[in-house]
Each structure stands twice: as structure tokens, then as C-alpha cells.
């Protein structure tokens, strides 16, 4: 069975997804599977950065032309800014990237700052993450943590302790990348549990269902995180069909992979329900080019079947 | 063109639009404060979080405001814009402009970490802002740009480019402006700085086009003569 068929008509947003390291075919897909929203974190690039200035231009992509390139095919774009974990380990350079972010955390599309938190939990770590932490109530923005990779469990529980210890309301905060180890703890403290359904790594979708089931659809999101690593953009839709199949109602399906996140990053006053319902008209004057030409306020669709190319 | 009046001209327009009393109040306290204290920092934020305290609504232009405006600068117009893009522009005429090379860096910062309805009010302010000359470079920069709406920006109702571009770079705008489908009828000085070198590159331009198979930009005839 198509998972298509399963979720004819439903709305998705994509919390957590890198689109900058994704092609024109992805966001094809991803509108057709019904994603209409995406929140892009700002992370590293898959090597470090030697200098601000690449910190600068990757900030300005993603308020700038990858919030456009999503626009012209219907899915309106959003991001978090922040300094991320790996590369807070470099100080000299933190501290540059640290001057340059109340540039950006007030630009129109920022929903929050993100992704930040732990990835080896070393003390520059703990320092960025706390001055970032600071910045976010300053601007009043929402939070969206990054829990690191090893020492998982540990290492969510500091973030929490920490964000509580800044003044930061657990409702401000995300949490992401959670498993079955990790979600009773977030959700009974307070927080919004992200999950991200990721091959091989992170959570898988049969899993992700029997923790719906487990704790209901409250205060629960899922995100693909597809990057530069294998990776699925369709891990929303392809969830939902799942949970679909699995008996879970619509309503819980709809909190779980739209409503939610934007009960969550709406706190930015950045975005809103009633925005994101309106389907995206591409504005004739938004017309993008390089040698391809948008008519009709549509992305030229390719055929992928046709030999021919004109 | 003195920029006071250009920007007690624009401020006047803001305070003419429905609803703006919010707005006009928190532009009011902004400019008080950042003249008691002109941080970088605070004129950045107050351009930056602009949306956020005027809207984005799109601006009534009455006939004589559009009329002080052309004469206060000559081809300037604010039709069709937003109130954030308006505000935008009164904003930066607040930068004071008493050393050159402070305003010309602190505006250049701007535009390096613009988004796309920054960087079009940025490139809309061109023409009203201090130094013009030293805008050069950056004006082609928005031609280069990939964003049809900061294309517009640069491109069309807007007179620094015929002011301030020497053929080269005219040239540029105009084939560029046929390329990403621009109505080039609204481009200011079309007729003006028509030249032979342009004529030429668009001869054969439309040469290249007929032998694609494909259609030829409305009006490139005018200007192939």
C-alpha cells in the first residue's frame, strides 16, 4: 500500500529538517506528501567552520534564499538560529559567532534559537549553551535543544536542569531528538518532546507509533532531520500513514506532526495558525531565476519520465 | 536632496496611514532614544525587528505625497511597498551622516546579513541616502541577486541605477532585467540611457532566443533599435 493513500488531504510541518543540504526534487516530494511548513536549525555543516564569516553567510541563507527556495514550491520556511554544540568547542570562534547572532535571532522567519545544547557535554559546551539560553529569554524566543548523541539520557536531563536554572519555562523549550528512554522525563518535567525519525540512527516510525500509543499525542512532535546524511524528508508523512494504519485517530496524528509545533514556535510570534493554513500564493513579483523561469506563480515541475529536457 | 526633509516626508506618510498610531509611537520613542544614544546595536534591532512593530500592510500613497516625494528626489517613488519596507527606509535615514566612512560601513553590514524584505528595503533606500556615489558596487550586487523581489528592488521605480551606473553596469541591469522577466517599461531612465552597445547585446540575445525555439521578452524591440 502507497503511505500516500493513507493521508490524503493532512497538513505537516516538518520541525526539524536541513534544507539547505537537500535538492528541488525533496521539496517537490515533500509538497506533494502534504508538508506545508519546515523549521530548518541552524547546525554545522558536516566539517567545521574556520571562520565568522561562514557562520554569517549560513545565517543569511537560511532567513534568506532557502526561506525563498522553499516558498516557490508552496512550503513556507522557518528556522532557528544558534551556535551549534560541535562547534561552540572552538572558542575563539564561538565567541565571534556569539557577537553576530542578535543580528539574526530578531529577523522576520526565526522562530527561535536552535539547534543548541549538548554534543561531547564539555564546559565550552556548557558555556554557549547557557549564554545561548540567556539570548533566547532576552528575545523571548522558544529554545530547541539538540541532546547529544552519547551519554543521551544524562545529557537531556542537564539540558532540562540547565534551561530551569536560566529562568527559561519549559514551555519555551524544545527538546529534540528524544527516544524511549528520554520521553518520560521531558514530558513529565514540562517540555515538548521532539522525535526525530531517522534511518538507522535515531528513531524509527514503528517505534515512534507504539510511543504515541505509550504516552498520547500531547506535547509530542516528530521531524525528519533529513540533512546531508541518509536521511528521508518524507519521514512526516510516512509517520503519520504509519500511525494511520496503526488506529491512531486523526486528531492525534494532526498534533503529533503539525499542531503542536506550532502551539510550540508560535510563542515567536513569528508564525501562526491562521498563516499557515492559508496555502502559500506565490507571488508573481517572487519569481525566481537563474536560467529557469517560474510562470503562473508555480515551480516548473519536471518530468522525471520524460527523455526530453527543454 | 536634503535627507531631513526626505525624512520628515516619509515620516509624515507613516503617520497618513490607517491604524499607524502604534506604529508611529514606537518609531517616535526608537528615534528618541537612539538619539540620547546612538548605539550601532540599537539602530541595527529597531531595522531588523521593524515587521514586528509597524506590520506589514501595504501603504496608501495619496497624490500629493507622491508628488513631494518626486520632487524632493526626482524619480523616487513608494508606491506599491509595505509599511514595514516604508519605515525601513525613514530608519535609515536616522543614521547620521557626518562621517562617511562610519555610515558607509554600518549600512554595508546591513546588507551582508540581509533577508530577502531587508535586503528590498535596503536597496530601495538607495536613492535617498547619504553618499550616493559610494553605493555603486553594492546597487549591482542586488542586480546579481537571485531573489526576484530584491531584483525589483534594484531594478524597477528606482533612480539610482540610471543616476549612478555607468554603461556597463546599466547594460547588465537591463539584460538582466529580460532574463528574469522584469516589465522593463518600469525601469527608470529606459529610454534615456539607451545605447549601441545594449543594442547590440540584445540583438543578439533575441538571436539566441529564436534559435532555441523559444519566445522573445516583450518590448526588447525598443530597445534593439
Aim: proline share 5%; with cysteine; glycine share 6%.
Amino acid at each position: 500500500m502507497n503511505f500516500m493513500d493513507s493521508i490524503q488531504g493532512m497538513s505537516f510541518f516538518d520541525m526539524h529538517v536541513h534544507m539547505i543540504s537537500r535538492t528541488t526534487d525533496d521539496y517537490q516530494a515533500m509538497a506533494d506528501a502534504g508538508v506545508v511548513a519546515v523549521i530548518e536549525p541552524a547546525f554545522w555543516m558536516g566539517q567545521p567552520r574556520t571562520g565568522v564569516d561562514s557562520f554569517r553567510d549560513y545565517f543569511a541563507t537560511l532567513v534568506g534564499w532557502e526561506r525563498f527556495r522553499a516558498s516557490q514550491f508552496g512550503i513556507r520556511h522557518y528556522c532557528t538560529i544558534g551556535l551549534n554544540s560541535k562547534e561552540a568547542n572552538q572558542e575563539a570562534l564561538a565567541e565571534q559567532v556569539m557577537e553576530i547572532l542578535p543580528l539574526f535571532i530578531y529577523k522576520e522567519g526565526v522562530v527561535g534559537i536552535g539547534e543548541i545544547g549538548f554534543d561531547d557535554q564539555t564546559p565550552a559546551e556548557d558555556k554557549y549553551y547557557r549564554a545561548q539560553l540567556d539570548l533566547a529569554k532576552e528575545a523571548n524566543l522558544p529554545v530547541q535543544i539538540h541532546t547529544p548523541h552519547r551519554d543521551k539520557k544524562q545529557g537531556t536531563s542537564r539540558s532540562m536542569d540547565i534551561a530551569i536554572e536560566h529562568g527559561v519555562e519549559p514551555g519555551m523549550v524544545i527538546v529534540d531528538h528524544n527516544n524511549e528512554e528520554t520521553v518520560r522525563e521531558v514530558l513529565d518535567r514540562g517540555f515538548w518532546a521532539g522525535f526525530t525519525i531517522y534511518p538507522f540512527t535515531k528513531m524509527g516510525n514503528e517505534r515512534m507509533v507504539e510511543i504515541v500509543k505509550q504516552y498520547g499525542p500531547e506535547r509530542i512532535m516528530i521531524n525528519s532531520a533529513a540533512d546531508w546524511g541518509v536521511s528521508d524528508p518524507l519521514a512526516v508523512p510516512k509517520t503519520a500513514a504509519l500511525m494511520k494504519q496503526h488506529g491512531i485517530s486523526d486528531e492525534a496524528i494532526k498534533l503529533v506532526t503539525f499542531g503542536n509545533a506550532v502551539t510550540a514556535f508560535a510563542q515567536s510570534g513569528q508564525l501562526n495558525l491562521e498563516e499557515l493554513l492559508e496555502p502559500l500564493t506565490i507571488d508573481q513579483s517572487q519569481r525566481f531565476n537563474g536560467s529557469s523561469v517560474l510562470r503562473g506563480g508555480q515551480a516548473p515541475r519536471v518530468d522525471k519520465e520524460s527523455t526530453i529536457i527543454k | 536632496m536634503n535627507i531631513a526633509t526626505m525624512s520628515q516626508t516619509l515620516f509624515y506618510l507613516i503617520e497618513q496611514q490607517p491604524d499607524s498610531g502604534k506604529a508611529v509611537e514606537y518609531l517616535r520613542q526608537q528615534v528618541d532614544a537612539y538619539h540620547q544614544n546612538p548605539q550601532v546595536s540599537s539602530f541595527y534591532r529597531v531595522f531588523t525587528a521593524m515587521p514586528r512593530f509597524v506590520g506589514r500592510k501595504g501603504i496608501d500613497v495619496p497624490a500629493d505625497m507622491a508628488f513631494s516625494l518626486q520632487r524632493l528626489r526626482p524619480g523616487f517613488s513608494v508606491a506599491g511597498w509595505t509599511m514595514d519596507r516604508l519605515a525601513r527606509v525613514w530608519w535609515l535615514l536616522q543614521l547620521p551622516a557626518d562621517e562617511k566612512t562610519i555610515y558607509v560601513n554600518t549600512i554595508s553590514e546591513l546588507f551582508k546579513a540581509g533577508e530577502l524584505n531587508e535586503l528590498v528595503a535596503l536597496y530601495s533606500a538607495l536613492p535617498v541616502l547619504a553618499f550616493p556615489e559610494s553605493w555603486r558596487f553594492q546597487a549591482t550586487e542586488g542586480i546579481r541577486n537571485n531573489i526576484a523581489d530584491v531584483q525589483s528592488a534594484i531594478m524597477l521605480h528606482n533612480p539610482y541605477p540610471a543616476d549612478y551606473f555607468d554603461e556597463a553596469a546599466w547594460n547588465q541591469l537591463i539584460l538582466k532585467a529580460f532574463f528574469t522577466d522584469k516589465d522593463v517599461t518600469h525601469i527608470i531612465g529606459l529610454d534615456e540611457r539607451r545605447n549601441e552597445r545594449l543594442a547590440h547585446t540584445l540583438a543578439d540575445y533575441a538571436a539566441e532566443r529564436r534559435a532555441a525555439g523559444r519566445s522573445l521578452p516583450p518590448h526588447i524591440e525598443l530597445l534593439m533599435e
